[in-house]
């Protein structure tokens, strides 16, 4: 879109977007827009590394029009004088300063964008045949309770898919290894112990799937190492020292320390 900041500091020339009055959108300052006189800044911010600063600071015509143009305003073109220094920030997209300019030429919007002439006509007649809608968001209750349905569905179908596996593979490891150990007598006391501690990570794979189907259910941009997990349809839990691995439909895959 026209010159780019190279060119026109080459050409030692820039634009500025005002109001039709001449005021300028960021400070406020009042421009004459008669006077073809040299105008000098009081002071000039020669820091490169500072995007904005003291000057008359000048920019691209892509600049203006990705930051600050509106349909009812003007651009100003301006010279800038030999003797004037100019200041390039390292970061520039397209904006910069110096410390003297003189308006050259007054450009009304359409003149430089000639694909707006007449836009707000055009617009006045425009009918969306789609047009976006957005639903708001449910109540903070609601969601609760959502997450509790969802909660509730996932840890069922939790149970029926992995619990006898995880049963399975916990009583025959376990089973075995306390009987000859300690005897029948204790089984009960430590088996419930084991379940204990095998129920509360079902439980908590159980959460991490109610916090997934929400998030996908809402549509939620935010996401964490477990839901890939879960979208593997695996399960880990810890039985001492050991983790299980369990895949889709309760099958076990194997386990590591």
């Known amino acids: 879109m026209k010159e780019t900041l190279e060119e026109l500091v080459a050409q030692r020339k820039g634009y500025k977007y005002l109001s039709k009055d001449g005021v300028s959108p960021y400070q406020g300052f009042t421009y ?11 002071t000039l911010n020669t820091d490169i590394l500072s995007d904005c600063g ?15 143009m509106k349909l009812d305003g003007i651009i100003v073109e301006c010279e800038i004088p030999k003797k004037a220094k100019i200041i390039v920030p390292v ?9 003297i300019i003189k308006i050259k030429k007054i450009h009304s919007i359409e003149s430089l964008f000639p694909a707006l002439k007449g836009i707000n006509e055009r617009l006045k ?30 840890g069922a179908q939790v149970r029926d898919q992995v619990w006898a596996q995880v049963w399975y593979q916990v009583g025959d490891q376990v089973g075995a290894q306390v ?3 300690v005897g029948d007598q204790v089984w009960a006391q430590v088996w ?22 929400v998030k996908e259910f809402f549509n939620l941009d935010y996401d964490h190492p477990a839901f890939e997990l879960i979208r593997l349809g695996i399960m880990v839990v810890k039985v001492l020292g050991k983790f299980k691995v369990f895949g889709k439909s309760g099958k076990f895959l194997g386990e590591f320390e």
């Open 179 to 181: 009987r000859a150990q």
């Open 192 to 213: 419930d112990q084991v379940g204990d501690q095998v129920g509360a990570q079902v439980w908590a794979q159980v959460w991490v799937c109610a916090y997934h189907a």
């Open 91 to 99: 970061k520039s997209d397209g904006k910069f300063r110096t410390d």
């Open 125 to 154: 007649k425009y009918k969306p045949t789609n047009p976006i809608t957005a639903e708001e968001m449910p109540p903070k209750s609601k969601i609760k309770k959502i997450m509790a349905q969802v909660r509730a569905q996932v």
């Open 32 to 42: 004459d827009l008669k006077s073809r006189k040299q105008i000098t800044a009081n």
């Open 54 to 68: 003291a000057g008359w600071n000048l920019a691209t015509l892509r600049w203006i029009a990705d930051n600050c």
